[in-house]
């Protein structure tokens, strides 16, 4: 065998290895975890995008893809390797999720130069929950004016207040498969029993009363809606008034029926005394004063 061949090929393989091949890994690392809302691993993999920012000015932008969950990841995100207040903007990003809140890690005189160098979990958000918007709506009833307020994952168009029906109705558009949202009001615009419906359809929304205001939660599908809530407090008190009419208004009737029946006889009794001082001569004859 030829010793000094293989040394001498020992040594250009080691020296192109060094030359061309990849940079040892830094000495130092941080470790990432990713959870959803409820503290749930999510599953990998995860982008992390990653922007460096000396003096506001943007000196790189790169991403790191994680496969695992935790994960350590190499960073050389010290000084010298990196100018004194280099700051470090991490975000979090998965298709089907929000993106995670940044992260700021500052590179200072005192950041170890090995090692760990921090530890962060980044929450991500499904789409459906991170979208939710809180509104407020002003509505006038009686000259007084009233605060309505909506927590969505809808756009939430409108609101108007039917003063005349004594109603509220909701206008809103929900661009993905389901959505909800919790109408809030207080009761001094109007009190239970409420009647709801979605789309001149009746539901039945969850209610919730804290102190003086009250909460409905209406969930639905895809697509434009609409949505009425009408008290029935005073639609009571209406139909109960109408139903008292309806008795006054029959006790008369047949109280006027009565009387014309007893007219009726009354009318019969004098046509028959007519008829009997024609045969007798005379209205003081025994037989017509007997009738």
């Given at each position: 065998?030829?010793?000094?061949?293989?040394?001498?090929?020992?040594?250009?393989?080691?020296?192109?290895?060094?030359?061309?091949?990849?940079?040892?890994?830094?000495?130092?690392?941080?470790?990432?975890?990713?959870?959803?809302?409820?503290?749930?691993?999510?599953?990998?993999?995860?982008?992390?995008?990653?922007?460096?920012?000396?003096?506001?000015?943007?000196?790189?932008?790169?991403?790191?893809?994680?496969?695992?969950?935790?994960?350590?990841?190499?960073?050389?995100?010290?000084?010298?390797?990196?100018?004194?207040?280099?700051?470090i903007h991490i975000v979090a990003v998965k298709q089907g999720y929000a993106n995670s809140d940044e992260f700021v890690f500052t590179v200072t005189s005192q950041t170890p130069t090995e090692g760990k160098l921090f530890d962060h979990t980044f929450v991500l958000k499904t789409e459906e929950t991170s979208k939710v918007i809180e509104k407020e709506f002003k509505v006038t009833s009686n000259d007084k004016s009233y605060t309505l307020t909506t927590k969505s994952s809808s756009?939430?168009?409108?609101?108007?207040?039917?003063?005349?029906?004594?109603?509220?109705?909701?206008?809103?558009?929900?661009?993905?498969?389901?959505?909800?949202?919790?109408?809030?009001?207080?009761?001094?615009?109007?009190?239970?029993?409420?009647?709801?419906?979605?789309?001149?359809?009746?539901?039945?929304?969850?209610?919730?009363?804290?102190?003086?205001?009250?909460?409905?939660?209406?969930?639905?599908?895809?697509?434009?809606?609409?949505?009425?809530?009408?008290?029935?407090?005073?639609?009571?008190?209406?139909?109960?008034?109408?139903?008292?009419?309806?008795?006054?208004?029959?006790?008369?009737?047949?109280?006027?029926?009565?009387?014309?029946?007893?007219?009726?006889?009354?009318?019969?009794?004098?046509?028959?005394?007519?008829?009997?001082?024609?045969?007798?001569?005379?209205?003081?004859?025994?037989?017509?004063?007997?009738?």
């Amino acid at each position: 065998m030829n010793y000094p061949v293989l040394i001498i090929f020992a040594v250009l393989i080691f020296g192109l290895n060094t030359a061309y091949g990849l940079p040892p890994p830094p000495p130092t690392n941080f470790v990432v975890t990713i959870t959803d809302e409820s503290n749930q691993p999510i599953q990998m993999p995860v982008s992390l995008q990653i922007t460096e920012i000396l003096d506001g000015e943007t000196l790189l932008s790169y991403g790191i893809d994680l496969f695992e969950n935790p994960q350590t990841v190499s960073a050389g995100w010290y000084a010298p390797s990196r100018a004194e207040n280099t700051e470090i903007h991490i975000v979090a990003v998965k298709q089907g999720y929000a993106n995670s809140d940044e992260f700021v890690f500052t590179v200072t005189s005192q950041t170890p130069t090995e090692g760990k160098l921090f530890d962060h979990t980044f929450v991500l958000k499904t789409e459906e929950t991170s979208k939710v918007i809180e509104k407020e709506f002003k509505v006038t009833s009686n000259d007084k004016s009233y605060t309505l307020t909506t927590k969505s994952s809808s756009n939430v168009e409108s609101i108007q207040f039917v003063e005349k029906e004594n109603s509220v109705l909701m206008v809103l558009d929900e661009d993905s498969a389901t959505g909800f949202t919790d109408l809030s009001f207080p009761t001094s615009l109007f009190s239970p029993p409420f009647r709801t419906l979605l789309d001149d359809v009746t539901v039945f929304p969850s209610e919730e009363k804290t102190g003086k205001t009250t909460v409905l939660h209406f969930e639905y599908s895809n697509g434009l809606h609409t949505v009425r809530v009408v008290s029935q407090a005073a639609t009571t008190t209406t139909e109960g008034n109408l139903e008292s009419e309806f008795e006054v208004k029959t006790v008369k009737e047949e109280s006027e029926t009565t009387t014309t029946t007893t007219t009726t006889t009354a009318d019969d009794k004098g046509g028959g005394c007519l008829i009997a001082t024609a045969a007798f001569g005379s209205e003081i004859a025994p037989q017509v004063q007997f009738l």
